[in-house]
Each structure stands twice: as structure tokens, then as C-alpha cells.
């Protein structure tokens, strides 16, 4: 990233309020630097050459101790503001990259979600010294550097020209150093998403190993992540230090160069002690600014690496979005035709010629790699098809098709049930009502019709009862039957069921069956994801989907067929947590 990156301004507007607060503060504080050196060398002038009494020197002590104040308080309004800005920004970053990684659809977040979870959380985090250190100094070097130089210039051309020859050798040698520390902090990013997306693989498979009495298995690959992310960590930091030292020597020289040949000067009368004292005061805050630059950059190292990985996401292409208002779903026709997606030198689903009618429950069946989840990802307008088209036909008998309609008026018709549902931390009331207000009457009788009040009954805090993340506290069955009663409660027309029935007992599968009809019966439309023959049996239609091998000639046609499909890629990104452990 750029030491300002435009991007940075258009996709974080707190970033813009922000340079403009800076740039006036920093042109006041520059003002004050150089009136303070003025007041300094007003009070000890007269004291040196006239054997002036502080009595006598009081009004330049006043406009110094006045003008030490005055920045004191700005330099803390800045760092307050600075604070503030930084965590708007940031937050303003994370709502921009979650919403075009939602934008990117399941196949993208298949393979990044990890990564990205990583950097809205940890990644970004370290933008904070960015705004609150870095960006304030830049816009110091700006305005107090020029304006110095300026004064120093009319007082003592000579010192000023000492300057200006020596200022270009601290921006050189940020470039050398700049470089090499931007490459660990690059390196250290990728480190920490790589130790943070094993990490949640890891403990996702957690209870897996622990079944099988290998949670102690990873413990090695762990601790070797760790090392690795401590040892770039520790380069960066050396990196830093080191560019420190070469800074601050620099910048001392030059200061000392100056400071020589003005005490020169005083020392054969050539100049005053006014002039000389405020070049000599001056002189240093020439080269603060740039020193502050330098040794900040690698503060903020780490949050520009992670800006660069928020613009690369943010700049990831996605696919055009329709603006026409979805027909009503409860009256439309959804037809497939000839429909495929391209996988990994298959297509599936292969020619998948369907119709969804209003009020049915259709079942997708066929083995797995078929395509079924692909089917419904497509129906929901999260994936385009490579071959085919999603029509819809609403009352008007006119067909539309699926990508020219607004993806909010699509989604506000479809209720969509997998097989982990999303369940927050919180009551389990607040997880059925999802922030909509419904009375009593209606919880208990959606409850009542999904099964789900045998469940609440039990709780010990029925309706108020707090549950986990992901549902702890309740079981498989149990929270299958809290999505049900959610989805129940949302008048929406269609429902998309993932195997609802999945790893369920024979009774909990039983009321999830009955919940299926009571949902049919209250006029909803019902596409289900499924392999047992007791859902199959309740469908009204069912729908076949099936893969087929892609030619030579569809690859050479689809080069996306020759992709790492999303199962692949998961396979690759896959810690080998057991790696060496296995006798």
C-alpha cells in the first residue's frame, strides 16, 4: 500500500474526515513548533546579551509557557481523534470486506473464509497504529518540514541549505529498509491466516479426535506453527530496530552539522543569538517528522499488509446483480432448464431439466457430488450457471430469468434451513425471533407445530433459556426443530431444507417429518436436499440430479472446468495435523 492509498479514502470514509482533521491540526501544530522556538530563544536572547532578570523576560515566558499548552492540547485532541478514526475506519474496512466476501459467493468462501475470518478480526486490528502514529507524522513531514525550512531559510540560507541536502538521505534509506521490513510483515500475515485457519480447522475436528483419542495428535504441527509465527514476528522487530538506529544517526549528523556551523558563525560574530538560537531549535524538528515517519512505518507495518489483503478482496470481481422485483413466490413457477455447473472436469449438476411449482415439496435427490447443494446454491442466485438458465414465471405467464432479478427481493421470499443452522449465542428466544417481534401466541403455536414446545418445556428457563454458540445446550434434533420453528414463524413461501433428517434418531426424525407436512400444509413451498427414502416419500415431486465427465472440447470451451474444484481446495488447505504422528 501507498504511505495514502486512495483506496483506503473510498472505502473508509472516517479515513476522509479524518486527513482533513489532521492536515488543519497539523498546520497548527507546525505554527506552534516554530513560534515556540521563537519564544524560547525571545526569553534567553535578552538574558544572555543584556543580563536581562526573568521579571524582565516575562512576556516571552508567558507566550512560551501559553504556546506549550496550546500543544499540548491539540497534540491530545489529535491522538483522541486518532483513536477514534482509526476504530470507525476499521470498522468501516471489516463491513466492506464481509459484505463483497458474502458477495463472492459459497464457492469463493469455501477456500477463504478462514483467511478472512483472520484478517476482519486480528489483520485489521493492526491499522490502529497506522492511523493513530504513521499518517499523523506523514502529514507532519508536509507542514512542519517546510515550514521550518522556510524560517530557517530566511534566518540562515546556509544552515538551510545544510538541510536540505541531508533530508533526502532519511526517505533513501526508508525505501531500503522499508522494503525488507514490508516483506516480513507480508510473510507474518500470511503466517498468522495460515495458523489461524488450521487453528479453526482444528478445532472444528476437534470432538472427531477426541473420539477417536487423537486430540493430542496436532499438538507438534501447533506448536510449530507458533514458532514460525514468533520467528517472523522477531525478524520484523529486528528489521525495525535496526532501520531505527540508521534513522536517528542520520538525523543527529545532520542536526550536529547544522549546530557546528552556527556555532561557528556565533563564535566570529558572523550571526546573532536570536537567529542562531531559533535555526538551532529548528533544526531538529526538521528531521522529527521524518524520523517519526520511519520508525512508525514499521509500527504500521502489519495493518498495511492487511489493508493490501482487504483491497484484494475488495477488488475481487462479482458478478453483475439484476434490478428487477422478484414475481410473488407463492404464485410463480421456477424453471430449470438444461441447467449445469462446471466442477473440476465434471459438470455437476449435468442438464438438469426441472420444475419447482408453487405450494409442492420437492425432493433433490442422487448420490453425493451430484450437485445438489450447487442445484439450490444456484436457485438461490448465490451461483451463475455455466450452461443453462433458472427461469421464473410469475402470474403474467412471462419468464424472467433468475439473473436479472434484485437479489433482496429473491432472498425476501426464501427461508433457508442447513444442516448446522446459524444459532447465536444468546436466548432462545432471541434465536427464534431473530429481532422480530412476535407475541407469545405465535411462539407457542409455531412450536406446537414443529415439536419443538416438548422442547422448551424442558429447558429451565423455557423461552428465556441461553444457549451457545452453534446451538450448546441443545441437540442435533433440537436445534433442527429451532430452525424449523423459525422458518415457520418467517412468512416466506419457499423453504430450502438441507437433509433436515440427517443423523437423527428415528424419533426426532419422525416430528422433523411432521414438521415437514405442517409446513406443506400452511401453503409453503418445500425444496429438500435428500437421501432418506422417508423424506423422498413425502415429496410431491422429485427431482433427479446427476454429474456427468466434461469433454476436451467442454474444458477447451470452459477453462473453469479445469479449476480446483471448492472439495479440492479444501483438501489442499487441510492442515496435515496428523502428519508424522501415526506409528
Known amino acids: 500500500m501507498k504511505p495514502l492509498d486512495r483506496r483506503l479514502l473510498t472505502y473508509a470514509r472516517a479515513a476522509r474526515t479524518y486527513i482533513v482533521f489532521i492536515t488543519v491540526t497539523g498546520t497548527l501544530l507546525a505554527v506552534l513548533v516554530i513560534a515556540q522556538a521563537m519564544a524560547i530563544a525571545g526569553a534567553i536572547t535578552p538574558v544572555i546579551t543584556e543580563n536581562k532578570t526573568l521579571s524582565q523576560v516575562r512576556t516571552p515566558v508567558l507566550a512560551l509557557v501559553t504556546i506549550m499548552v496550546m500543544r499540548a492540547i491539540l497534540t491530545y485532541i489529535n491522538r483522541a481523534y486518532a483513536h477514534r478514526a482509526a476504530n470507525n475506519a476499521i470498522i468501516e474496512l471489516r463491513q466492506a470486506v464481509l459484505d463483497r466476501a458474502t458477495q463472492l459467493g459459497p464457492r469463493w468462501l469455501a477456500h477463504k473464509s478462514a483467511d478472512t475470518v483472520t484478517l476482519v478480526t486480528r489483520g485489521l486490528d493492526d491499522l490502529g497504529p497506522y492511523f493513530v502514529a504513521y499518517l499523523p507524522q506523514l502529514l507532519?513531514?508536509?507542514?512542519?518540514?517546510?515550514?521550518?525550512?522556510?524560517?530557517?531559510?530566511?534566518?540562515d540560507w546556509s544552515s538551510a541549505l545544510?538541510?536540505?541536502?541531508?533530508?533526502?538521505?532519511?526517505?533513501?534509506?526508508?525505501?531500503?529498509?522499508?522494503?525488507?521490513?514490508?516483506?516480513?510483515?507480508?510473510q507474518k500475515l500470511k503466517t498468522m491466516e495460515k495458523l489461524g485457519s488450521q487453528l479453526l480447522d482444528l478445532i472444528a475436528g476437534l470432538p472427531t479426535l477426541k473420539a477417536l483419542g487423537r486430540e493430542w495428535a496436532p499438538a507438534s504441527h501447533v506448536h510449530r506453527l507458533g514458532r514460525t509465527h514468533a520467528r517472523t514476528t522477531m525478524q520484523t522487530l529486528?528489521?525495525?530496530?535496526?532501520?531505527?538506529?540508521?534513522?536517528?544517526?542520520?538525523?543527529?549528523?545532520?542536526?550536529?552539522?547544522v549546530a557546528v556551523k552556527v556555532g561557528m558563525l556565533l563564535v566570529y560574530d558572523y550571526v546573532e543569538l536570536f537567529?542562531?538560537?531559533?535555526?538551532?531549535?529548528?533544526?531538529?524538528?526538521?528531521?522529527?517528522?521524518?524520523?517519526e515517519v520511519g520508525k512508525n512505518f514499521h509500527a504500521s507495518a502489519d495493518g498495511v499488509a492487511a489493508a493490501e489483503a482487504a483491497f484484494e478482496i475488495l477488488e475481487e470481481p462479482v458478478r453483475h446483480e439484476g434490478e428487477a422485483e422478484a414475481p410473488d413466490l407463492t404464485q410463480a413457477e421456477v424453471v430449470l432448464n438444461d441447467l449445469s455447473v462446471a466442477a473440476r472436469g465434471t459438470w455437476a449438476p449435468a442438464h438438469l431439466s426441472a420444475r419447482i411449482t408453487p405450494g409442492s415439496i420437492t425432493a433433490l435427490v442422487g448420490p453425493s457430488g451430484a450437485g445438489k447443494t450447487t442445484t439450490v446454491m444456484a436457485l438461490l442466485g448465490l451461483l451463475s450457471p455455466t450452461r443453462g438458465s433458472i427461469a421464473v414465471t410469475g402470474t403474467d405467464g412471462r419468464p424472467v430469468d433468475l439473473s436479472t432479478l434484485s437479489r433482496d427481493s429473491w432472498w425476501s421470499q426464501i427461508t433457508w434451513v442447513p444442516q448446522a443452522p446459524a444459532i447465536l449465542p444468546a436466548?432462545?428466544?432471541?434465536?427464534?425471533?431473530?429481532?422480530?417481534?412476535?407475541?407469545?401466541q405465535q411462539l407457542d403455536d409455531a412450536a406446537r407445530a414443529t415439536g419443538f414446545d416438548s422442547v422448551v418445556a424442558d429447558l429451565p428457563q423455557g423461552w428465556d433459556t441461553f444457549i451457545g454458540h452453534g446451538g450448546v445446550g441443545l441437540s442435533v434434533g433440537q436445534r433442527q426443530r429451532l430452525a424449523l420453528t423459525r422458518a415457520l414463524l418467517v412468512d416466506k413461501p419457499w423453504i430450502i431444507l438441507d437433509e433436515p433428517t440427517a443423523h437423527l434418531d428415528a424419533v426426532t426424525e419422525s416430528q422433523i417429518l411432521t414438521t415437514i407436512d405442517t409446513l406443506h400444509t400452511y401453503g409453503r413451498t418445500l425444496i429438500i436436499i435428500a437421501h432418506r427414502a422417508v423424506v423422498i416419500e413425502r415429496a410431491t415431486h422429485v427431482i433427479t440430479v446427476e454429474a456427468a465427465a466434461a469433454s476436451d472440447a467442454d474444458i477447451e470451451q470452459y477453462p473453469q472446468?479445469?479449476?480446483?474444484?471448492?472439495e479440492q481446495l479444501r483438501l489442499q488447505a487441510t492442515p496435515r495435523l496428523l502428519e508424522g504422528e501415526i506409528a
Open 238 to 257: 529486528r528489521v525495525a530496530f535496526l532501520s531505527g538506529a540508521i534513522l536517528e544517526f542520520i538525523a543527529t549528523l545532520s542536526v550536529a552539522l
Open 162 to 186: 545544510i538541510a536540505i541536502l541531508t533530508i533526502p538521505l532519511i526517505p533513501i534509506f526508508m525505501i531500503l529498509v522499508g522494503k525488507l521490513t514490508q516483506e516480513y510483515a507480508d
Open 561 to 566: 472446468l479445469s479449476e480446483t474444484t471448492v
Open 427 to 440: 436466548t432462545v428466544r432471541e434465536n427464534v425471533c431473530e429481532e422480530v417481534t412476535y407475541s407469545q
Open 140 to 155: 507532519m513531514t508536509l507542514t512542519v518540514t517546510p515550514l521550518a525550512l522556510l524560517v530557517m531559510l530566511y534566518l
Open 275 to 291: 537567529p542562531a538560537l531559533v535555526v538551532i531549535m529548528l533544526a531538529p524538528e526538521v528531521y522529527l517528522p521524518l524520523r
